[in-house]
Structures are given as structure tokens and as C-alpha cells.
């Protein structure tokens, strides 16, 4: 406990005193206010609960804000008005953690437990049962707060885990963030904290609510709501997210005091006392796997009528010397393991079912259901991938069927409720021609692979195909013509102006400026886009053609080996499967494709409508003989302010240089853009690295 009963009786008392006064006449009283204060907050934010009505409590928040405006020297900087940072910053600073933080091993079940267990035993020597601490897994954004001489200095992300974006103002708006926080009591000077961010459902309901009847935008769901609260570059938006913080962890401390604290039990009962809000409640203290067993079941059932949301529970080993037996790898502790709790799941109606035919006549079955809400998201629609789905799940339309969606995994069909059917439900008919053809004058047959489980429609006539190939030509991976999406070619699309792809370089921008919605700059930045598409590297347009499973890779790799596009008209199957990456599948499908006469009449339209059908330099194998930065690794930090990122890369590759994500000893040059940051103070501290400023970088071309 934070505050003795007398300590609380005493603060009570004051409380009275102060709701008597009308102005603060000196500064010790001032302090007194503010710790006043600090302790409604513990009772409020800690405790879940408070002592003062909500308007007792904002009475003496006017009275502290009221001395401050008269006495602005008095102000300290853990006082509760502070907690409002009016430091508005427009990016993040990185900030490297005193101590790295590795991710959680998983387990799903009991018997994932009990091999855990056996491992500690094995690498700790111990034959004994082992002590375990066990706590929720929030499902929130993680925080590292560092306390230097009781004073809470810095509040961050947990980024990459060695270093994550400075938050601290936003940390400081969080209530049951402790402003100060008494570790020196317990020997301890300088101590990094870990927790998780994460705001109760309850309310999240209830500010969902509140924005509805404004007309704002819902939140998805509580763990995002959470998470953008802490990046908002505005604190004030943090502070009307109601968010908690959790904290269940030291990572690192300094002082003569840190030896003394020997167990995971013993820090959460010194994080309770001095005022972090801890799990307490909802943890135990396991004398043996078993137990830890129960507890995760325990909870497993429990966690729908939890006040958070949270997704397994974490089991630690508790005791100190134990977990340094056990040690770490690089990416995880060996002596804790995060106990995943099984996926959401919801039961709703198959309503109906709809078609979508892909690019290459796939034709995929939807489900539409009755929208359900389903961990965090309205699920209305879920794929039923073919149609062995539909019959192995025994899927009629108005069954009720269970979903389930489990984090950020896209809704899945487990199975229906055959026993609950009146007979009003039918059976659900594939189609045997192509669903979305209007004309059944020229119905053509669906086609399906011996080794495929999906339908096909061999021939398209309807030009559906040909949109969802449009729509894959100008995507970002492929051509990237940006400025010309998905909606833009439907309607394009709609008003017969786009039948293939090589309508795409033949469009009538007078006309598109004349449609409703576009106008003069949005035809001209269609334009744009599409001329620059032009002359992109040959493996965008390669892959950009659909050919069924021929991808990105492959298609990078061909176009290393071909002048022209239309050389492939003389590869083999043989030839091409001689290729890094390509299969017999792929190659045959190629071979095929390039044989048809409408194809290369296609190729022949966007040759002499400007597209480049010839290979490129940056199709070419790279060489990194040669070039000014032969042999060279670079990287670029800050923001560049005369060429992108990705063009600064590609020009260093031209160069001769290879590119890296980090600093280290094998980094060559640093090119240093517009507020560098801790990459270039690392740089820098190496000294063996070659720093230059953008122009420099540019001058080297
Ligand atoms: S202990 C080695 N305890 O789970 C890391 N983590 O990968 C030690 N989390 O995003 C973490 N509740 O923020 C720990 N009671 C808890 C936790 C917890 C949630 C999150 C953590 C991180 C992930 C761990």
C-alpha cells in the first residue's frame, strides 16, 4: 500500500481543511495541496476507489490551478495541472531503453504449460517445483517509463524494443501514471519501468457513445484507441482517451537498493506501495505448474466480465536467481511465456452468399452475416475460400454459424449449427457459369483443376476479369501508377473507356476533366501518374500482366535475363525453369501465356503507346564492382528534403553501394537528412563512419 490507514486518515482530515479554504496563503500549503491531490488520484486511478465526488475533487483542482495563476514560482512539476502538457511536439524523438525488451514466447494449452515448466527445470538445476507469478496480458500499447531521483523523466514506446519514440508528454497526461514515485525509499536511484497502456471497456463504450451522438468517427476498439492515444502529437487528445497504465515490471534499476529486491512478487509489491497501479487482484503467486494450470483456466473464463480487455495471461518465473538461470535468447526470455487465451468467437446468420471472380477467373465464395461484433470490429462479411469449404462446414444460407477472429486474423467460418435448423434453410448452389455476367446468351462453363480447389472461369467475356486485372496493373506493387486506384478503374471501367491495360495509356484526359468529381487536376494528376508509369522497370510491367502464379520475385529475376518482353516469346518451359524461383507451374503458365496472339498484340498496343517494354538498369543484376561507392554499405537518416527515401536507396545501389537498416561497425556512410537523430549521434560516437549531408550525397552522381 501506497498510503498507511494513518497516512490515510491524516490526508482525509486535510481534505476537509482545505475544501474550507478559498485561497492558498503560502507555499507549504501549496505543496500540501498538490500531494493532496497525488493521493485522491491514487484512490481514484489506482484504487478504483475514491473518496471525494467527482466535483469535491475538481473544487480543489480549481483551488491548486487558482495559486499557481497567482504564484506561477510555486508551480513544481509533478503537480496534477502539469499532467496536461501544453508542450505540443510534432514528432517523436528515438530514445534507447536502459534495457532491451525481448517479446513473449507463446503457449496454447496445458500441455504447452507443462513443457515449459520441464525447461526451467532442465536450465535452472532446480528438481523442486518451481514458484511462478502469473498476470494478464494486457491488450494495450506498451510503455517504459524511466524515474530518475523519484521523478518521473522520461515516458516512451516500446518501439523496436532497444529503443522506442519519446512520449513523455502524453505518458504524463495518464492518471495513473505517478508523477513521483518514492523508489528512493527502497534504494533506488535511477529505475526503468514497463507497463502496458490500456483503456477499461467500460468506458470505451461509453466515448464510442459520446462520439456517435457528435457525429466523430467511432474508435475500432479499445486496444487502438489506446495505442493512437499514446502516438497523438496533441496531449490533450491522450487525455480524452481515459487511459490507464498497468505497470508490471522493472527492467532496470540503479542504486545500492537494487540487489535487495529478489523476486517478481516482492517488485509488484514495491511498485503497489509507492503508487503504480500493479496487478495485484488479478495475479497470483503459483507453487507449481498445476496451479498455474488452473489459474490460466481460471481466467480464461473470467475474461469476458474483466473491466479490460486483455488476451492470455503471463507466467514468470518469480525468483531472480532462477531467471538468470534460465536466461534469454535473442528474441525471448526463457523463464516467462505468454499463455494465449483462445480466439474470439461469435455465432451469427449466413444471410448470403455472393461471388467474386479474381483476376484469373478465380471464383471466391462470400459469406454475408448478420454484422457481429467480433474482437473489436463489425464482421458483415467472411470469404468461404471454395467450395469444398461450403460443404466440409455443411454451410446452408440461414444457418447460424460461430466465427471466429482471432487478433488481427481475418474472420474465419468454424463451423454451423446443423441441430438448429427449422427447414427453412437452403442449400447453397455454386455456380456453374460465371457469376457476374449479365448475359446467359454467353454463359461460359467453370472449369476446375484436378489439383486446384477452385473454380475457374477459363474465358472471361464479361470483362471481369479484365477489371481486376486493371485494378492489379496500376496497384502499388505492380505499375504503381498512384493517383489512378481501384474506384477510378471501376468507374473508368463502367463508362467503357478502360477494356484492358493498354487502355490505360490511352485515356482521354479532356473527357476524364469533364466528369463529375474530377475536374482539371485530378485528370492532370492521372496524367502524371500514368506517364510516369511508363517507363518503370520491366519486371512491374512483367508482373503486372496476371500471369497465374507467376510473382514479384520471378518476375524480377526473368527480367534480368530478357532485352526485350518479347523475347519471351521464344522461351521454353525448360529455359525457364533453369531460372532461381521459377517452377515447371509458373514456367508452363509463361510459356502459355505468351503464346496467344491477343497477348502480344496487348504487349505490341503498350510498346507503341509509350510504355517500356525493354529491360532497365534497375532490372539488371546489380554489380557492386563498380560505381563511385563500389563495395560501400550506406544508410540515410532524417528527413531528406531534395529526393525520397526509396530513390536515395536506388540511386546508392546504382552507385555501387549496398544499403542498410542500422549503424554498426560494417556501416561505411551515413547520409544525414533534416533532424537526424540518435542514428547519427551513434555514427558519430563509432567514428569510423563517413558522414555526409544530402547535397553531398547528390553531388556524388
Ligand atoms: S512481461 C520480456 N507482463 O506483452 C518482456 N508483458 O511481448 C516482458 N504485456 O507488448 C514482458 N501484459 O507490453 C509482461 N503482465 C505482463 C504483460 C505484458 C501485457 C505485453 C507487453 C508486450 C508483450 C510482451
Known amino acids: 500500500m501506497k498510503y498507511s490507514k494513518t497516512d490515510q486518515k491524516d490526508l482525509i482530515d486535510q481534505t476537509r481543511q ?3 479554504m478559498d485561497v492558498i496563503s503560502d507555499q507549504m500549503r501549496y505543496a500540501d495541496l498538490v500531494a493532496l491531490l497525488h493521493f485522491h488520484e491514487w484512490r481514484y486511478y489506482v484504487k478504483d476507489d475514491p473518496i471525494l465526488a467527482d466535483a469535491e475533487y475538481d473544487a480543489l483542482f480549481k483551488l491548486l490551478e487558482n495559486a499557481e495563476t497567482s504564484h506561477p514560482e510555486w508551480i513544481i512539476s509533478s503537480s496534477p495541472t502539469q499532467r496536461v502538457g501544453s508542450d505540443l511536439t510534432s514528432d517523436f524523438p528515438t530514445v534507447t531503453h536502459m534495457s532491451p525488451m525481448l517479446s513473449l514466447p507463446n503457449s496454447y494449452n496445458a500441455e504447452d504449460l507443462l513443457d515449459f515448466d520441464k525447461q526451467i527445470k532442465k536450465l535452472t538445476l532446480e528438481e523442486g517445483d518451481i514458484e511462478y507469478v502469473v498476470e494478464p496480458k494486457f491488450d494495450g500499447g506498451t510503455i517504459v517509463l524511466i524515474y530518475e531521483n523519484d521523478q518521473l523523466v522520461r515516458g516512451a514506446t516500446r518501439g523496436n524494443g532497444a529503443a522506442g519514440d519519446d512520449i513523455t508528454p502524453n505518458i504524463k497526461t495518464i492518471k495513473s501514471v505517478p508523477l513521483t514515485a518514492k523508489f528512493s525509499d ?24 459520446a462520439r456517435e451522438i457528435s457525429g466523430d468517427v467511432l474508435f475500432a476498439n479499445p486496444r487502438n484507441t489506446a495505442t493512437g492515444g499514446l502516438r497523438t502529437k496533441d496531449p490533450t487528445e491522450t487525455v480524452k482517451r481515459q487511459i490507464d497504465a498497468f505497470i508490471y515490471q522493472i527492467a532496470a534499476a540503479d542504486g545500492p537498493g537494487k540487489e535487495s529486491i529478489k523476486n517478481h512478487a516482492a517488485t509488484i509489491q514495491l511498485l503497489d506501495e509507492i503508487g503504480f497501479k ?7 503467486v503459483c507453487l507449481n505448474i498445476q496451479e498455474v494450470i488452473d489459474f490460466c483456466a481460471h481466467w480464461q473464463e473470467k475474461r469476458e466480465s474483466y473491466a479490460y480487455e486483455i488476451d492470455g495471461m503471463v507466467v514468470k518465473v518469480s525468483d531472480f536467481e532462477l531467471q538468470r538461470r534460465a536466461g534469454e535468447t535473442s528474441h525471448h526470455p526463457r523463464w516467462a511465456m ?12 449466413l444471410e448470403d452468399v455472393v461471388y467474386q471472380v479474381g483476376k484469373i477467373g478465380t471464383i471466391t465464395p462470400v459469406a454475408k452475416v448478420d454484422p457481429v461484433a467480433l ?48 427447414g427453412n434453410e437452403t442449400k447453397i448452389l455454386f455456380p456453374k457459369t460465371c457469376p457476374i455476367n449479365p448475359n446467359p446468351a454467353d454463359y461460359v462453363k467453370l472449369l476446375r483443376d484436378e489439383n486446384e480447389a477452385a473454380w475457374r472461369c477459363p474465358t472471361c467475356v464479361c470483362g471481369a476479369q479484365d477489371l481486376q486485372r486493371m485494378i492489379f496493373f496500376v496497384s502499388k506493387d505492380a505499375m504503381n501508377v498512384d493517383g489512378m486506384g481501384k474506384s477510378i478503374v471501376e468507374k473508368f471501367h463502367e463508362l467503357h473507356w ?17 466528369l463529375e468529381g474530377f475536374g482539371e487536376k485530378s485528370a492532370e494528376k492521372i496524367k502524371r501518374a500514368v506517364n510516369k508509369s511508363k517507363s518503370n522497370p520491366l519486371y512491374r510491367l512483367l508482373y503486372g500482366l496476371s500471369i497465374h502464379h507467376f510473382g514479384k520475385r520471378a518476375s524480377k529475376i526473368l527480367a534480368a535475363e530478357i532485352e526485350h518482353i518479347l523475347d519471351l516469346r521464344d522461351w521454353s518451359v525448360e529455359k525457364l525453369t533453369e531460372l532461381k524461383d521459377i517452377g515447371p507451374v509458373v514456367a508452363e503458365n509463361i510459356v502459355e501465356w505468351f503464346s496467344m496472339e491477343k497477348n502480344i498484340e496487348l504487349l505490341e498496343r503498350l510498346e507503341s503507346r509509350g510504355v517500356n517494354v525493354r529491360q532497365t538498369d534497375a532490372d539488371r543484376p546489380k554489380d557492386f564492382s563498380s560505381g563511385p561507392l563500389a563495395g560501400k554499405t550506406i544508410l540515410f537518416t532524417g528527413k531528406l528534403t531534395k529526393i525520397g527515401r526509396k530513390e536515395a536507396q536506388q540511386i546508392a545501389e546504382q552507385l555501387g553501394a549496398k544499403n542498410l537498416s542500422a549503424v554498426s561497425k560494417n556501416l561505411d556512410i551515413l547520409v544525414a537528412g533534416e533532424k537526424a537523430g540518435s542514428k547519427l549521434k551513434k555514427a558519430q560516437s563509432l567514428g569510423t563512419v563517413q558522414i555526409l549531408s544530402e547535397d553531398e550525397f547528390i553531388a556524388l552522381q
Open 18 to 20: 482545505f475544501q474550507k
Open 186 to 209: 527502497h534504494g533506488l536511484t535511477k529505475v526503468e519501468v514497463r507497463g502496458e497502456a490500456i483503456i477499461r471497456k467500460d468506458r470505451f463504450v461509453k466515448m464510442n457513445k
Open 278 to 284: 500493479v496487478p495485484v487482484d488479478e495475479s497470483k
Open 338 to 349: 505468454a499463455y494465449k487465451f483462445k480466439a474470439k468467437q461469435a455465432t451469427t446468420t
Open 375 to 422: 474482437a473489436g470490429v463489425t464482421v458483415s462479411s467472411i470469404s468461404l475460400h471454395n467450395e469444398d469449404f461450403i460443404n466440409q462446414k455443411d454451410l446452408y444460407l440461414g444457418d447460424t454459424i460461430l466465427i471466429e477472429r482471432a487478433g488481427d486474423v481475418i474472420p474465419y467460418v468454424v463451423k454451423s449449427f446443423p441441430e438448429l435448423r427449422t
Open 498 to 514: 478502360l477494356k484492358d491495360i493498354s487502355d490505360i495509356y490511352n485515356l482521354d484526359y479532356d473527357q476524364i476533366e469533364t
